[in-house]
């Protein structure tokens, strides 16, 4: 993975201030993805991971359109709205080739720690940089610490120099400025310092050396790298913020990477379940269809439910973080966590329907895809923190937070979260913290909407939001659990993973409520098959159960799933038009 290996997009003068580019509009920009013929569709992206190499025509298209600015404030010249439109926006390209989002979006860290603690200086020297395509690092991790962070050894010596090395670092090869956190103090969180460090394009200051980075199994071609201080001298100024909350700020920003990795699982999943549910339409299985047969059948309900599931989960956190930075600390790695381990279910599904055709490699025309995106998903799932530093990261919030109660405060009102219409405030990354307080917003008022809903709908739902109310009713026994001379040493971990489903069959709940009179994933107002599906798969997870023992709950999300895809359009909430129809890309044989 070195720098001739990852060229960057051609360089261009800053595209002129142009209202925000629409999911709509990438999928016309991009072509259908099944064409073999497209430079930008699913034939192309194989034969780039094949060779290892880097997406640099697509990279380069896309930021000619703008797509890069999608995650920079407006006064940075960027066209930054809102996460829930970034989040489809560049779920629409990543659908076709994730390694698009590394290639355009890497910067996103170091760009939020500047929006945090960065000087007006500082803040300008990046925003030139990203507005013209460029890169800037952002260097935090070390080989041999890896998520401990607070062991992390890079320092800044008694002479104001940087040694030390850090490692997968996203850019490293083409970055031109470097935003690293280093330990100036002894021990604890506060013992680190940032540093804004110039690499200007071409050249590698005194004391820097960039290695190539260790070689992934998926997302291949990304720019990875070693970057090695060996004695560079820290100049004047380079210093971000106060000394000592370097980690604090880059934890804190870690929580907006959260995001867009969720949409690189969401592009994932749809593609995935998209291959899967051409090929069971057309792939003869005796004197039938596959896709007729019960087994099919149920694999590709259950793969459409935890699709809806992490659908929904991830469009309310990416408007959460407008509406209640203070908890994001603890919704967002939930909902990552969440979206990640659902996004593998689709993936376990489809390929048990794929067989043979979920192993291929790139040879006959659609080959190659399915396999790719597996060894991309687990790349994805691992991108901004391991599953268990994730987990870890709001698992330790939780006993005092799902035993909070109005006593301790109110909890803050997430309305407009579920309202789809309804406006956002204005993102603002330097009111995210690092510590959720109050009672949980989403699960505070659960137990009372479950039973006011229980005689509006079916018979059906109204049994499985029962099963939800008194779910999150054990949360605070499991949470004692966790404390005291007897505390279960994994109950910490089980609380986690619990309050994760939980949360977002809550949110699921939340999100029907809010459109009963409009309807979602294409579905009418009012109807209830599609949170019945998301309930049943949810519910399943948080007890530790096979989805598919509730095959008769899962049906609505494969009809609402099916339905999306006949009239072409993207597995959303708010449906996505797609450019146009999708081929059954797999041999028919």
Not at 271 to 282: G, K
Not at 352 to 371: E, I, K, M, N, W
Request: proline letters at 6%; charged letters at 20%; one cysteine or more.
């Amino acid at each position: 993975m070195s720098a001739a290996r990852t060229p960057a997009p051609a360089r261009t003068a800053a595209p002129a201030r142009t209202p925000a580019l629409t999911p709509a509009e990438v999928e016309l920009l991009l072509g259908d993805p099944a064409d073999p013929a497209n430079p930008y569709g699913f034939a192309a992206a194989v034969a780039r991971d094949e060779a290892d190499a880097f997406p640099g025509e697509l990279c380069g298209l896309l930021f000619e359109a703008g797509f890069h600015l999608a995650y920079l404030p407006r006064e940075w010249g960027g066209t930054f709205e809102s996460f829930d439109r970034s989040l489809t926006l560049v779920r629409a390209a990543a659908r076709r080739d994730v390694t698009v989002m590394p290639g355009t979006m890497f910067s996103i860290i170091a760009a939020t720690c500047l929006q945090v603690h960065g000087s007006a200086g500082q803040r300008e020297k990046v925003a030139r940089i990203l507005r013209e395509g460029g890169a800037v690092a952002f260097a935090m991790t070390e080989a041999a610490h890896g998520s401990d962070l607070v062991s992390g050894a890079l320092h800044l010596d008694e002479q104001g120099r940087l040694r030390g090395e850090k490692w997968l670092v996203g850019n490293g090869t083409r970055a031109e400025a470097v935003y690293v956190v280093a330990r100036t103090g002894a021990r604890g969180p506060g013992a680190f310092t940032a540093y804004l460090i110039d690499t200007p394009r071409g050249t590698t200051p005194e004391g820097l050396t960039r290695l190539p980075a260790p070689r992934t199994d998926g997302m291949r071609g990304v720019d990875l790298a070693t970057l090695r201080f060996d004695g560079l001298q820290v100049p004047p100024g380079a210093r971000v913020g106060k000394e000592g909350e370097g980690l604090e700020v880059a934890l804190r920003a870690q929580q907006a990477v959260r995001l867009m990795s969720m949409a690189g699982s969401l592009g994932i999943a749809d593609t995935a379940l998209r291959l899967t549910l051409d090929f069971t339409a057309t792939r003869r299985f005796g004197r039938t269809t596959l896709d007729a047969t019960p087994y099919a059948r149920r694999e590709c309900a259950a793969a459409s439910a935890a699709l809806l599931a992490a659908d929904a989960v991830a469009t309310a956190a990416a408007r959460g973080v407008h509406v209640t930075p203070r908890t994001y600390s603890v919704w967002g790695p939930a909902a990552k966590h969440l979206v990640a381990e659902a996004t593998q279910d689709v993936l376990r599904h489809c390929s048990t329907v794929l067989a043979t055709r979920s192993v291929l490699r790139g040879q006959a025309p659609g080959d190659g895809v399915f396999q790719k995106l597996r060894r991309d998903a687990a790349v994805v799932r691992v991108i901004d923190a391991s599953p268990y530093a994730n987990l870890r990261s709001y698992a330790a919030q939780l006993p005092t937070l799902v035993t909070a109660t109005t006593a301790d405060g109110p909890a803050p009102a997430v309305d407009a979260v579920f309202d789809l219409e309804a406006a956002l405030p204005a993102y603002e990354p330097a009111r995210l913290d690092l510590l959720a307080r109050g009672p949980d917003p989403v699960l505070a008022a659960l137990q009372d909407l479950a039973a006011e809903l229980a005689g509006q709908t079916d018979a059906d739902t109204s049994a499985l939001l029962k099963e939800l109310a008194d779910a999150v009713a054990e949360l605070p026994a499991l949470a004692a659990r966790t404390r005291g001379a007897d505390a279960d040493p994994h109950a910490l971990a089980d609380l986690g993973e619990s309050y994760a489903w939980l949360h977002g069959a809550a949110v699921c709940v939340r999100l029907w409520v809010a459109s009963r009179t409009t309807g979602l994933y294409g579905t009418a107002p009012g109807d209830t098959g599609w949170l019945r599906s998301v309930l049943a798969y949810l519910l399943s997870r948080a007890a530790g159960t096979d989805p598919r023992r509730r095959a008769r709950d899962l049906e609505p999300a494969r009809d609402a799933v099916g339905a999306l895809h006949t009239s072409h359009a993207l597995f959303t909430a708010l449906p996505v038009p797609l450019d146009a129809p999708q081929e059954a890309v797999h041999a028919q044989g």
